[in-house]
């Protein structure tokens, strides 16, 4: 089973409110900086999960934590601290999920971006065989 999900996030940086659009940008209020825009897309491949990070705006101005967490319990499995520069892309793959046949999650922690607490994508996938 393959399930695509894609999600566009406007997060004012230093601001409020994050905003989700499926297909169109949002518009956030801005502080100090430009807003963050990205897209998440989630997916299954083979036994994994997916997740793919796109930057549609400008370098992010410090690194921020990916949590991939197990929707169940919340339970963390897996970690990523990177900054986001413009134009970048990046995946970050959780090997052999389909086999817990649990649904996993990816939370975006910055303390310069107003995020959710709230994941920005989620997954379930199931093992073929």
């Not at 897209?39 to 410090?62: K, M, Y």
């Not at 963390?76 to 999650?105: C, N, P, S, W, Y």
């Not at 910055?110 to 379930?124: G, I, L, M, N, Y």
């Amino acid at each position: 089973m393959k399930k695509l999900v894609s999600m566009l996030i406007v997060a004012a940086a230093c601001a409020g409110n994050v905003a989700h659009a499926a297909d169109r940008p949002v518009e956030t209020a801005q502080a100090t900086s430009a807003p963050v825009r990205i897209e998440v897309l989630s997916h299954c491949r083979n036994d994994d999960a997916v997740f793919t990070i796109r930057n549609h705006g400008e370098s992010w101005p410090a690194s921020a934590r990916f949590v991939v967490l197990r929707t169940v319990d919340d339970r963390v499995i897996k970690m990523r601290q990177t900054k986001i520069l413009a134009g970048d892309e990046a995946d970050i793959v959780i090997r052999g999920v389909a086999k817990t046949g649990v649904e996993v999650a990816l939370r975006i922690d910055a303390t310069w971006a107003a995020f959710s607490d709230e994941p920005v994508s989620r997954v379930h996938c199931a093992s073929q065989g």
